[in-house]
């Protein structure tokens, strides 16, 4: 009798996580294109700017400042406003910041796209924060990982917005148009899906308590004086950098090191993400299998072998063969990163944002470091260095496993 009394309740919250798991992989989606769709329009940037690639690689760490400064506020700023109001102001904040990357472009005024580039970042890492948390807790909720899934979402939004800015460049759309477009109707997908992407909310008024904002901020900082948080972070920052690096330098190492052409090395690259995204998407019940450790580790395993391949192949097919190795190691570490993060619900906004400062980091210091070891090296061999990364990722693999005290 009483199963019957409670079965609708039960159908109820069941439909309610279901609902928040595909509201978060829509968010993820979006975030994905819009990542993408700015990122494949700086060629007509560049030129719109008349600037060189030097200084375009300057105002694009204007991006990673922003991300970085933002995220030493996302987590106080989601304890005590909660994710739904965060994602829906940094949505608009986000729409905003297309429209001055576009402006700016459009007028040729570097100053405003170098506005637009932080105040896109700076939107990004509370949009990435707010995410990753309500991520955490549908995966949490259905007691089984699909962190992968989401974060596939991302990689298959990244693919959908390189496609279409490809297609509108083909047709001569400005930067202007295009972007103010995306953002527009990111908007509208963003604000129709919040009310039931956002599962747990993570503001401090959750758990029927009065947090101020001085209590929230130290709350936060304590995060960053957690050992296991630290590890945590470096895992982040070994796998962002290997993933970053990837984007960054895969189509330069293809065409300066193997002697292939600008569309190869584009494609090539499309390899190393159709690879990620094949384990992303299968990455729950790998998980689920072997565990986060071992999952982890495997991880780091395949990205040094692949890139031993990559670097050192003596023909192009086992250099491409090299490249879908990495993108298998390099897929699932950051989902498995901001999972373990979440493991205690009350202290994820933190936990998180924490360890996505070390990714921003990672995007802030890995291409440039990479840059001068190229200058002396080449590139291909400069690529190495993930390698090293890797071993640090391996030795620290264990701080990933599930706290004890935590009830799965």
Request: some cysteine.
């Given at each position: 009798?009483?199963?019957?009394?409670?079965?609708?309740?039960?159908?109820?919250?069941v439909q309610r996580v279901?609902?928040?798991?595909?509201?978060?992989?829509?968010?993820?989606?979006?975030?994905?294109?819009?990542?993408?769709?700015?990122?494949?329009?700086?060629?007509?940037?560049?030129?719109?700017?008349?600037?060189?690639?030097?200084?375009?690689?300057?105002?694009?760490?204007?991006?990673?400042?922003?991300?970085?400064?933002?995220?030493?506020?996302?987590?106080?700023?989601?304890?005590?406003?909660?994710?739904?109001?965060?994602?829906?102001?940094?949505?608009?904040?986000?729409?905003?910041?297309?429209?001055?990357?576009?402006?700016?472009?459009?007028?040729?005024?570097?100053?405003?796209?170098?506005?637009?580039?932080?105040?896109?970042?700076?939107?990004?890492?509370?949009?990435?924060?707010?995410?990753?948390?309500?991520?955490?807790?549908?995966?949490?909720?259905?007691?089984?990982?699909?962190?992968?899934?989401?974060?596939?979402?991302?990689?298959?939004?990244?693919?959908?917005?390189?496609?279409?800015?490809?297609?509108?460049?083909?047709?001569?759309?400005?930067?202007?148009?295009?972007?103010?477009?995306?953002?527009?109707?990111?908007?509208?997908?963003?604000?129709?899906?919040?009310?039931?992407?956002?599962?747990?909310?993570?503001?401090?008024?959750?758990?029927?308590?009065?947090?101020?904002?001085?209590?929230?901020?130290?709350?936060?900082?304590?995060?960053?004086?957690?050992?296991?948080?630290?590890?945590?972070?470096?895992?982040?920052?070994?796998?962002?950098?290997?993933?970053?690096?990837?984007?960054?330098?895969?189509?330069?190492?293809?065409?300066?090191g193997l002697g292939r052409?600008?569309?190869?090395?584009?494609?090539?690259?499309?390899?190393?993400?159709?690879?990620?995204?094949?384990?992303?998407?299968?990455?729950?019940?790998?998980?689920?299998?072997?565990?986060?450790?071992?999952?982890?580790?495997?991880?780091?395993?395949?990205?040094?072998?692949?890139?031993?391949?990559?670097?050192?192949?003596?023909?192009?097919?086992?250099?491409?063969?090299?490249?879908?190795?990495?993108?298998?190691?390099?897929?699932?570490?950051?989902?498995?990163?901001?999972?373990?993060?979440?493991?205690?619900?009350?202290?994820?906004?933190?936990?998180?944002?924490?360890v996505s400062s070390f990714?921003?980091?990672?995007?802030?210091?890995?291409?440039?470091?990479?840059?001068?070891?190229?200058?002396?090296?080449?590139?291909?061999?400069?690529?190495?260095?993930?390698?090293?990364?890797?071993?640090?990722?391996?030795?620290?693999?264990?701080?990933?496993?599930?706290?004890?005290?935590?009830?799965?």
């Open positions: 009798m009483a199963t019957t009394t409670h079965a609708p309740f039960v159908d109820a919250a279901r609902r928040a798991r595909w509201g978060v992989l829509v968010l993820f989606g979006i975030a994905g294109v819009l990542f993408s769709g700015w990122l494949t329009r700086l060629p007509s940037i560049r030129a719109e700017l008349s600037i060189t690639e030097g200084r375009l690689g300057g105002l694009l760490m204007f991006g990673a400042l922003g991300s970085l400064a933002s995220l030493l506020a996302a987590g106080p700023v989601i304890a005590r406003h909660g994710t739904r109001r965060v994602l829906t102001v940094a949505s608009v904040a986000a729409t905003g910041a297309f429209v001055v990357l576009g402006v700016g472009s459009a007028l040729g005024l570097v100053w405003m796209v170098a506005l637009g580039i932080a105040f896109n970042g700076l939107t990004f890492a509370f949009i990435n924060v707010s995410m990753n948390a309500e991520g955490t807790a549908v995966e949490q909720q259905l007691g089984r990982t699909v962190m992968p899934q989401f974060h596939a979402a991302f990689s298959i939004g990244a693919g959908i917005g390189a496609l279409v800015s490809s297609l509108l460049a083909a047709h001569d759309v400005s930067p202007l148009w295009q972007l103010t477009g995306m953002g527009v109707v990111a908007l509208a997908v963003r604000l129709a899906v919040i009310p039931f992407a956002v599962y747990k909310g993570h503001a401090a008024d959750d758990a029927h308590e009065s947090v101020g904002p001085i209590a929230v901020i130290r709350q936060a900082a304590s995060a960053y004086r957690e050992r296991r948080t630290l590890l945590i972070g470096l895992v982040m920052l070994a796998s962002s950098l290997s993933e970053g690096a990837a984007s960054a330098w895969i189509a330069i190492a293809v065409v300066d052409s600008e569309s190869v090395g584009g494609q090539m690259y499309f390899v190393f993400v159709a690879a990620m995204v094949l384990v992303r998407l299968s990455g729950n019940r790998l998980v689920d299998r072997f565990g986060r450790v071992t999952a982890l580790r495997a991880s780091a395993a395949s990205v040094v072998v692949g890139l031993s391949l990559f670097v050192l192949a003596p023909s192009f097919p086992v250099a491409a063969l090299g490249l879908v190795a990495w993108g298998f190691g390099a897929a699932l570490a950051v989902p498995i990163g901001f999972s373990a993060a979440a493991d205690e619900p009350g202290r994820a906004p933190a936990r998180i944002a924490a990714a921003s980091i990672a995007g802030l210091t890995g291409p440039p470091l990479i840059g001068y070891i190229a200058d002396v090296t080449g590139v291909r061999h400069a690529l190495l260095i993930i390698c090293f990364a890797m071993v640090v990722s391996v030795s620290v693999a264990g701080s990933v496993r599930r706290p004890a005290t935590v009830v799965p």
